[in-house]
């Protein structure tokens, strides 16, 4: 186990962080800086986050059209691989299988791959109109470790426990530009909806109402993203601040 695993809290409750290409700022408690990283060579690749190890920690990958880069110390990288067309399909992750572990798939236009592996397809399915209509993934029962899906539109969602049919369906926010963001804000194991825009942050526990309303970040092109982080310190960012790179390589 690492320095940056073994310093993790036990508690189960998500935060938020912000990434600008390839710089990343993770908060644990959604006011003060946890941690500050670079890492990957920035646009066009893009930042993901999941538990790709099972140990309960949230960490960094990058893809860039179906390459993907993923790493359990936000440091150094663990796995690469290629899965799906790239193109229009967007990435997705997930722990479908409930092992405790995240995986990858793959969304275009209401269809939706899924593999446990990073390499062969486990379920594969359509859900919703696809068209404007965008992919979430969360445990939204709290229960079985796994993950399924959803779709949302401006500020509407529909959420399935089971990638078949639909559990919830509600509005939350204004939508227009602010964006949806996932994660368990109480530590009760199942995953609600938050929102967010221009550094501002309404999470919401129920999908009903606000639970936590915050800035963190200077807005702009920073995005945002969600999970169970590691200890470090820093200080907020200058949206003009310069970054190393680094380079994947094949």
Request: charged share 10%; net charge negative; hydrophobic share 35%.
């Amino acid at each position: 186990m690492g320095a940056f695993e073994s310093a993790f809290t036990t508690s189960n409750k998500e935060t938020v962080g912000i990434v600008n290409s390839n710089q990343v700022y993770l908060t644990s408690n959604n006011a003060s800086v946890l941690t500050h990283f670079w890492f990957g060579p920035g646009s066009p690749w893009k930042v993901i986050r999941g538990d790709w190890d099972g140990n309960g920690i949230a960490t960094i990958g990058i893809y860039n059209n179906n390459e993907f880069y993923l790493s359990n110390d936000n440091a150094t990288v663990a796995k690469h691989f290629w899965f799906g067309p790239g193109g229009r399909w967007k990435p997705l992750v997930g722990d479908w299988n409930g092992d405790g572990t995240d995986s990858i798939g793959i969304y275009n236009s209401g269809q939706f791959y899924l593999s446990n592996d990073n390499a062969t397809v486990a379920p594969h399915f359509w859900f919703g109109p696809g068209g404007s209509w965008q992919p979430l993934v969360g445990n939204w029962t709290g229960t079985n470790g796994k993950d399924t899906i959803g779709i949302y539109n401006g500020n509407e969602f529909y959420l399935s426990n089971d990638n078949a049919t639909v559990a919830q369906h509600f509005w939350f926010g204004p939508g227009g530009t602010w964006q949806p963001i996932v994660g368990d804000w109480n530590g009760d194991n199942s995953r609600s909806i938050g929102i967010y825009n221009g550094g501002e942050f309404y999470l919401s526990n129920d999908n009903a109402t606000v639970a936590q309303h915050f800035w963190f970040g200077p807005g702009g092109t920073w995005q945002p993203i969600a999970g169970k982080w590691g200890t470090g310190t820093g200080v907020l960012p200058n949206p003009g601040s310069s970054a190393p790179t680094f380079v994947p390589k094949k």
